[in-house]
């Protein structure tokens, strides 16, 4: 079945401890994104990875880094979370640029105290 | 920069009754146009694009949206509405030839009884 897969789903933390979101997708894909989702300001693109070795800042980049390894994989990390980045984080894979779909992950909703 | 607007935040419709959500969006030059549709603890799913060519475009459920460059719009209507069309909806834009997504704040759809 093709999929984005995130982990964990849940996360509970406190400030500082630095954790790492994953994403996988096995579709094969060349472009994959991370986002946030908050109440009252929609999506908003995090990073984004165009292919392997090759990422771009989106629009809220402060807090967070991204590494691009692999084709399949595009981890998300939070050096030293705060609690300004309790929210829904979702990843998406597509192919191509802006023209294409983007497939999303099922969510990560972080929490950190 | 490139923005999105989705004036309302909230839409309640009673079932079988015909709904709009407007979708606007700031820069009239190249663009890719979306509409994803979000199910209640579910990532986002694609409901309709617009990449070029005819401005009428349609999804398989019902809904249809109209690109208006003019007034650089985009919004998403259906005829008829059911039960099962409660969701979040988000439109989402990207210029031509880049690899950056702009989504709007989402509007709730609400199909009533």
């Known amino acids: 079945e093709a999929q984005v897969t995130q982990n964990p789903r849940y996360l509970i933390t406190v400030t500082g401890k630095k954790l790492t979101v994953t994403c996988s997708q096995n579709m094969n894909h060349e472009y994959m994104s991370w986002y946030r989702q908050d109440p009252g300001l929609g999506l908003r693109q995090i990073y984004y990875s165009m292919n392997v070795e090759v990422t771009d800042k989106g629009d809220v980049p402060e807090g967070y880094k991204v590494s691009r390894k692999e084709k399949r994989n595009f981890p998300l990390i939070l050096e030293s979370p705060s609690p300004n980045q309790t929210s829904l984080y979702f990843c998406?894979?597509?192919?191509?640029?802006?023209?294409?779909?983007?497939?999303f992950g099922p969510g990560t909703r972080l929490t950190v105290t | 920069a490139q923005s999105v607007t989705q004036l309302d935040s909230q839409v309640p419709v009673f079932e079988e009754a015909p709904v709009e959500l407007r979708c606007n969006y700031s820069s009239s030059v190249s663009v890719y146009l979306f509409w994803y549709v979000q199910y209640p603890n579910q990532g986002l799913q694609l409901l309709l694009k617009?990449?070029?060519?005819?401005?009428l475009v349609e999804s398989i459920n019902g809904f249809e949206a109209e690109f208006n460059k003019s007034q650089t719009s985009f919004h998403l209507r259906k005829p008829s509405v059911h039960i099962s069309d409660t969701a979040e909806y988000f439109c989402a834009v990207s210029d031509s030839g880049t690899y950056k997504y702009i989504f709007g704040t989402g509007t709730r759809l609400k199909v009533l009884a």
């Open positions: 617009y990449l070029s060519g005819s401005t």
């Open positions: 998406a894979s597509g192919v191509g640029t802006g023209e294409g779909e983007q497939y």
